[in-house]
């Protein structure tokens, strides 16, 4: 029985225990990753260049795009949120897919018809277009479906392929480690595709086919995600992880005059190997938060009660739950920044891009969005490099078998991300100095090549291998079993606040720097700003963050799970 059915509680598609054999693995996961291509496709060819319609066919300006696109961006990391409480709680991963597909499918699908129907799409007399209130709505309307529906799918799919693998057997627990590496592999095939091919077939062909084509490859993710069906293994909910976090504390406020015994032992547990929280295994205790621990304090009044109140007396599993979510918060926090940095590449890495020359031959203009192609590129090469060539590498000098712990693996993107802004920083301190020696100020083109741009590009990638691909390990590894989906969305939060941050930063600099009629750092006219004073406050931001995080890091306990789940 053991050996033919998996041990951490999931079940198959019919809701009977999953067997080992028949489902999971890499078997279950070609189906996930292929799925997860099409759906970062579909979502990356709508937003690669999505600053450049908003900024030329709903006629903004520089700032206002920029805003638009980290708000809208920000938005897309925080839905999250929503579909992992109702995947951890109610539906289980599986079924919240399933149901946001729709949402997401209805926004892809009106944003197609804003940019191709007569009436919905703005009138355009060359270069100049003019958006109504009522077209820019639908726009926007359109936008926020596809944040709402991206927010089911978000936090599911890596938990989702992460489920496939048993964690109390050492096998398939190898192979998890793997599966974040590939998952992140095969999300930047697809954004490849997007910010090669589609992006220039938006720039050339023109804006319908351009957000027709994700269209049609969402609705293929979708398809090849059901017809996985019958191998995957799902995860039961364990019910509302707030609820049970809320016990928690009530109870201990309840019992904060109560005395904590000196032998952890005696904390209330069930004597179960199972834990009493459906689909989790027991959490062991730890000697941290232990205002906490009071929660499961057994008092004389707990014992005569029949039935035991959880708003009164919690299990340590419980207590432990709500400990392991404040203990990820600082590595959550520290992760804001880095995405603040990663958020540029959307928006004033393209600005950028636009003032330079971006001609391939006599014939070819490269859309300067087009440039995120490089950061792909290097994720593909870093990635599978990190697997097959880092990892081996490091275990040599760690021992670790993961070749570095998470927390060192994020660490090394953090300093890595730093070297991007110093080297957009100094590719614009050049590109600044051509404009003033040539007085240059009102052309539209400096005559220094796009491609000088790669190195900013690279950077970012790789740091991304690290940091990104760490946190979704960290995330999901460390999470309680049945608050997966909950820490995932967590992590992505990150996103959308570094976003955010992007849009408090350009506010407040733009609002700074052009007072008393100046142009600022972040001008319409680039040529007379100075993007590279942008570029030196990130860089510094990201270097003071680097060193909280070392503190951070270094201060973090793993925790530790024991027994099988429910």
């Not at 060193?547 to 099988?564: D, M, P, R």
Request: proline share 3%; charged share 15%.
């Amino acid at each position: 029985m053991d050996s033919e059915y998996t041990q951490d509680g999931t079940l198959d598609i019919h809701k009977k225990p999953a067997n080992k054999n028949k489902t999971g693995t890499w078997k279950a996961c070609r189906f996930i990753l292929v799925t997860e291509c099409c759906e970062r496709l579909a979502y990356y060819g709508m937003s690669t260049n999505l600053v450049n319609y908003i900024e030329k066919h709903l006629s903004m300006g520089n700032v206002a795009a920029s805003n638009s696109v980290t708000n809208w961006s920000g938005t897309c990391y925080a839905t999250p949120l929503i579909g992992a409480f109702l995947a951890d709680a109610y539906l289980g991963r599986y079924w919240t897919i399933a149901s946001f597909v729709v949402i997401y499918i209805c926004g892809m699908t009106l944003l197609t018809l804003s940019a191709s129907v007569p009436g919905l799409t703005p009138t355009c007399h060359g270069e100049n277009c003019h958006a109504t209130e009522f077209q820019i709505a639908i726009t926007f309307i359109a936008l926020y479906l596809i944040a709402l529906g991206t927010g089911g799918i978000k936090p599911c799919v890596s938990s989702f392929g992460a489920d496939q693998f048993d964690d109390t057997d050492e096998e398939e627990k190898e192979s998890k480690s793997s599966f974040f590496n590939w998952f992140y592999f095969v999300i930047n095939v697809g954004a490849m595709f997007a910010s090669s091919v589609l992006v220039w077939i938006q720039m050339n062909v023109g804006w319908g086919w351009g957000f027709g084509v994700p269209t049609v490859a969402m609705a293929l993710a979708v398809l090849l995600f059901f017809a996985g069906s019958s191998f995957y293994r799902l995860q039961k909910p364990g019910g509302s992880p707030i609820t049970r976090m809320l016990q928690v504390i009530v109870a201990s406020f309840r019992k904060s005059k109560v005395k904590l015994p000196e032998d952890d032992s005696l904390l209330y547990e069930i004597h179960d190997a199972e834990s009493s929280i459906q689909g989790s295994r027991k959490l062991e205790h730890t000697p941290k938060l232990t205002f906490f621990d009071k929660a499961a304090v057994e008092t004389e009044t707990d014992n005569k009660e029949a039935t035991k109140s959880a708003w009164k007396l919690c299990t340590v599993t419980q207590v432990e739950e709500l400990k392991a979510l404040i203990g990820l918060l600082p590595v959550w926090a520290s992760g804001i920044v880095f995405a603040a940095v990663y958020s540029q590449m959307s928006t004033v890495f393209v600005l950028q891009g636009n003032t330079m020359d971006r001609s391939m031959g006599p014939n070819f203009t490269i859309p300067s969005a087009s440039l995120a192609l490089f950061d792909i590129l290097s994720v593909l090469f870093w990635t599978p490099v990190y697997d097959q060539l880092i990892v081996p590498l490091a275990r040599k000098f760690t021992g670790h078998e993961r070749g570095f712990t998470q927390l060192q693996r994020i660490g090394i993107g953090l300093l890595i991300s730093i070297f991007s802004m110093v080297s957009a920083g100094i590719l614009e301190v050049a590109r600044l100095s051509y404009v003033r020696t040539h007085n240059l100020y009102d052309a539209e083109e400096v005559p220094m090549s796009i491609f000088w741009q790669v190195p900013q590009y690279f950077f970012v990638g790789c740091a991304e291998v690290f940091t990104f691909i760490g946190q979704l390990e960290f995330f999901y590894d460390q999470a309680p079993d049945a608050m997966r989906s909950l820490c995932s969305a967590l992590a992505l939060t990150t996103v959308a606040l570094g976003n955010y941050l992007s849009t408090l930063l350009v506010t407040v600099v733009t609002k700074v720097t052009t007072t008393g009629g100046r142009a600022g750092w972040i001008a319409d006219n680039l040529n007379r700003g100075h993007l590279d004073y942008y570029y030196w406050l990130l860089a510094v931001l990201s270097f003071l963050n680097f060193f909280v995080y070392l503190w951070i890091a270094k201060s973090y306990t793993y925790k530790k799970a024991t027994g099988h789940a429910l």
